[in-house]
């Protein structure tokens, strides 16, 4: 039997060559992996060109681009004109076909990256070797990832042959691989146009999850290639079961909004909408104030900060019930603590460099999706307009911290604010004023005054009720993106209140 191996990338190559040729297998290679084979390894390997009798040419770009290498792994076994065909040109066939592919991804998403270097990684005759071996999987098995080394020289081993459902199984694998390489590189060359006429997109599993929404559904975490920066990219599980699909979408809610605060930040998730935020001069004052804002609908939270956690957060923390903790840092002894907690999942955050801002938002309908920009800006009152009245720095400071938490409630948003932290929060219903009604209920509920604080709605307000409702409780400043019919008469009722109204002239929808 004969294997072809071209790698990039040497992983677990130094084992598995080995295991072939002790099987019984000649090797055949190319270039880098020749010269790692035989002077690393150790093995006897016949180089490409040796058998297509053409040196490599062009710094590299041509090598395995000859009829020798592509007629010996298309070539039917069961086809008397192929066969005939390779022994009229002598040519001895593949069995096997190890190859994977230059890292185009990951050069071409570095930042700065020139256009010529990821050019360069645009790999020609591995995705051609690959796409051959799995065409013709009937006869030759491709192994595009090393993970499965160890399971392909084991049933060679046992069986003295893959099974047809291995190789399938192989073909299925290098048609991905191909797919979602070509699929990078498409979407590499269509950055110039923000929605090119065929979005191409690929994603790598990272993880099985148990189930999707409801036990009944299956369910898969998947990064999108070529994303610098995705949900779960150095990101570390040091406690606690396995992360759950609502807990992922969860956490990628608290991620969002944690990343409009500079100062000690915390947020509190519930079912992808924001319970509870707070930012002030320490995390554990951020916590406690976030936390007050609906202890209710924080048990079993997903809870995100921005600081490391102290002993005594640690120790706060784990008197509540929590599903999810994210933290770019732990004290050792406030990990002791909440690690005592054995369902608490508990993430350590290593990501530094901040999410790219160039990244679409798909949202799945029916047989397609809908594609838009990301709502990634963070917004500050330079652009806003004071309507109605004159804040002073602390309004200010709870008006815009209000705005950019109204950013990330499911429409229609309300978010009441007092002292950098939100007191009541409603969302998702299908009248504004039923949110406003919503969040002041909240805030009576858990024994928030709300004299003196600020409310933020995500777009405008057609009417003057949900203001009025608002003021009547003791809300003093209103801030809303403006730009309703009634813009002049919801603002009289605010002014007549002797409050404030600043407008953003800009919306924040989130279906």
């Not at 570095?110 to 645009?122: L, P, T």
């Not at 979602?180 to 993880?207: C, M, R, S």
């Not at 409009?260 to 935020?277: D, Q, R, S, W, Y």
């Amino acid at each position: 039997m004969r294997a072809l191996i071209s790698v990039y990338d040497k992983t677990g190559l130094q084992e598995f060559a080995r295991g072939l040729a002790e099987l019984g297998f000649e090797l055949v290679a190319s270039g880098g992996t020749a010269d790692f084979l035989e002077n690393e390894v150790g093995l006897d390997v016949e180089r490409v060109e040796e058998l297509t009798g053409v040196a490599e040419m062009l710094g590299g770009r041509v090598k395995t681009l000859h009829p020798r290498i592509h007629a010996a792994i298309l070539a039917r076994r069961d086809d008397a004109d192929d066969v005939a065909t390779l022994d009229e040109q002598a040519i001895r066939p593949f069995d096997l076909v190890c190859v994977n592919l230059y890292p185009f991804s990951e050069v071409a998403g570095r930042y700065g990256v020139r256009e010529e270097d990821a050019v360069e990684m645009i790999d020609i005759g591995g995705p051609s070797m690959l796409r051959g071996a799995a065409k013709n999987f009937a006869h030759v098995a491709p192994v595009c990832r090393p993970e499965r080394y160890d399971s392909v020289l084991a049933e060679l081993h046992d069986r003295g042959d893959l099974s047809a459902a291995t190789r399938r199984a192989l073909a299925a694998e290098a048609f991905a691989t191909t797919a979602a390489y070509e699929a990078a590189i498409a979407h590499w060359f269509g950055d110039i146009e923000a929605f090119p006429e065929t979005l191409v997109t690929a994603f790598t599993k990272v993880a099985d999850l148990r189930y999707g929404e409801n036990p009944h559904q299956r369910a898969a975490y998947y990064a999108e290639q070529g994303a610098r920066v995705h949900l779960l990219s150095r990101v570390e599980q040091v406690h606690g079961k396995e992360l759950s699909l609502i807990n992922l979408l969860d956490l990628s809610a608290a991620r969002l909004l944690l990343r409009e605060f500079a100062l000690p930040a915390c947020v509190i998730v519930k079912h992808a909408n924001p319970c509870g935020i707070a930012v002030a001069g320490t995390i554990e004052e951020a916590y406690d104030h976030a936390l007050a804002s609906d202890p209710v609908s924080a048990f079993g939270m997903v809870c995100a900060v921005n600081r490391p956690v102290s002993v005594g957060l640690g120790e706060a923390l784990a008197e509540r019930f929590i599903d999810v903790l994210f933290a770019p840092d732990y004290e050792d002894a406030a990990l002791a603590v909440l690690q005592r907690k054995e369902a608490i999942r508990i993430l350590h955050d290593r990501e530094r460099r901040g999410f790219p801002r160039g990244e679409r938002d798909f949202k799945r309908v029916l047989g397609g999706a809908l594609v838009q920009d990301r709502d990634w800006d963070v917004d500050d009152r330079e652009t806003m307009e004071v309507a109605s009245g004159e804040p002073d720095e602390a309004c200010w400071g709870d008006l815009v911290f209000a705005w950019r938490v109204c950013k990330h409630v499911g429409s229609n948003a309300i978010v009441l604010a007092k002292d950098l932290a939100t007191v009541g929060i409603g969302g998702g219903q299908t009248s504004r004023v039923d949110s406003v009604r919503l969040a002041l209920e909240k805030a009576r509920e858990h024994g928030h005054d709300l004299n003196g604080a600020v409310l933020a709605s995500d777009a405008f307000f057609p009417f003057p009720d949900g203001p009025r409702a608002a003021l009547d409780a003791g809300v003093t400043a209103i801030i809303q993106p403006g730009g309703s019919k009634r813009d002049d008469e919801v603002t009289a009722t605010v002014r007549d209140a002797g409050a404030v109204m600043v407008l953003t002239g800009r919306r924040h929808f989130r279906h």
